[in-house]
């Protein structure tokens, strides 16, 4: 199973950031699948997941800002986080699992700035 | 949320040494417990789950134990390509919550 993130790497302050996960080698449909973000200061950080069909659970630290979504047709997930802030630049990881993720993504740098 | 913390935050070992990061939960998470390995530039990587488990084609060198809220993890002889900062991970409570990393390098 392979997991590839893409998305901008460059978000002006106020904006949405949005991220897509293209999975391969594994159906999107069998599985529960993860956002994690990393930054030097607060280390790893939980984003959310959703379900194969389409349930999510997010970080009460991020819920009102988080969307998450799935498209079955191109068996990839998405990750839509608003009003972002200086504080929101992480590198982004995409895995798959909903709280013992197992496979991950190789992570993408977004980097909040004007 | 759950709170973890690991000790020591780095360390410096020779290869054949056994090294161990000790990792401590704010409250009971049982045995749900994950420990990973992140290497430089890449991402992080399941060593072990449920406290005990070795993820599968994960060299038995590496292993861990505890329950509730004491856990230890060990390599027990380290090896130059061991080199990266381990993590805890508490998936008992959502949000799962990680440790704050433990730098191992080789003295």
């Known amino acids: 199973v392979l997991l590839q993130e893409s998305g901008p790497g460059l978000v002006k302050p106020s904006q949405t950031l949005s991220l897509t996960c293209t999975v391969s080698?594994?159906?999107?449909?069998?599985?529960?699948w993860s956002w994690i973000r990393q930054t030097p200061g607060k280390g790893l950080e939980w984003i959310g997941y959703?379900?194969?069909?389409?349930?999510?659970n997010y970080n009460p630290s991020l819920t009102s800002r988080v969307t998450m979504s799935l498209d079955t047709s191109k068996n990839h997930f998405s990750l839509k986080l608003t009003s972002v802030t200086a504080a929101d630049t992480a590198i982004y990881y995409c895995?798959?699992?909903?709280?013992?993720?197992?496979?991950w993504g190789q992570g993408t740098l977004v980097t909040v700035s004007s | 949320d759950i709170q973890m913390t690991q000790s020591p935050s780095s360390l410096s070992a020779s290869v054949g040494d056994t090294v161990t990061i000790t990792c401590q939960a704010s409250?009971?998470?049982?045995?749900?417990l994950n420990w990973f390995q992140q290497k430089p530039g890449k991402a992080p990587k399941l060593l072990i789950y449920?406290?005990?488990n070795l993820e599968t084609g994960v060299p038995s060198r590496f292993s861990g134990s505890g329950s509730g809220t004491d856990f230890t993890f060990t390599i027990s002889s380290l090896q130059p390509e061991d080199i990266a900062t381990f993590y805890c991970?508490?998936?008992?409570?959502?949000?799962?919550?990680f440790g704050g990393g433990t730098k191992v390098e080789i003295k």
């Open positions: 449920d406290a005990s």
């Open positions: 080698g594994g159906s999107i449909t069998s599985h529960y």
């Open positions: 409250q009971d998470i049982t045995i749900s």
């Open positions: 991970q508490q998936s008992d409570n959502l949000p799962p919550t």
């Open positions: 895995a798959r699992g909903k709280a013992s993720p197992d496979y």
């Open positions: 959703l379900s194969y069909s389409g349930s999510t």
